[in-house]
């Protein structure tokens, strides 16, 4: 993933940002608001387009457009910063393919093990019950 190419495709708008702060909040608009259009990118192939779109369908709105918004800092430019760190590792992370999972047998000492061991508990309850008188 070329993060240069991608910072070209990356739509960036400031807005006012909501929550404590005093006269600072209603003055500045220090909310950084970064939008990325997954379906027209020229960065990522077909499948990975595809991938990303099924692992963040959650985040994409209906004309597959992934927002993310930053609010944390006071600075316009720190939030900036903030939210495109975020969008890099979310989509390093939408893809990244997992592993399949091969199946695997247990040894042949575990198996003894296990069998030992149930024989040796089932013994040690058998011996707790009074003797049958026949």
């Known amino acids: ?5 991608l910072l070209k ?3 960036f708008k400031a807005v006012r940002s909501s929550g ?8 500045t608009a220090s909310k950084a608001v970064i939008s990325f ?13 595809q991938r990303l779109l099924e692992k963040l369908k959650s ?3 209906q004309d597959g457009i992934l927002t993310i918004t930053c609010s944390e800092s006071r600075s316009q430019h720190r939030n ?3 939210a495109i760190a975020r969008l890099f590792t979310l989509l390093e992370k939408s893809l990244r393919v997992a592993k399949s999972r091969k199946k695997s047998r247990p040894s ?7 069998i030992v061991s149930k024989k040796k ?3 040690k309850k058998a011996n707790r019950k009074p003797p049958s008188l026949q």
């Open 1 to 5: 993933m070329d993060s240069e190419k």
């Open 9 to 11: 495709e990356i739509s």
């Open 20 to 27: 404590p702060g005093g006269q600072h909040v209603n003055k």
């Open 37 to 49: 259009t997954i379906t027209s990118s020229q960065i990522f192939t077909p499948l990975e387009k």
């Open 59 to 61: 985040r994409i709105s």
């Open 80 to 82: 900036k910063a903030l």
């Open 108 to 114: 042949k000492n575990a198996i003894e093990k296990r």
């Open 121 to 123: 508990n089932a013994l």
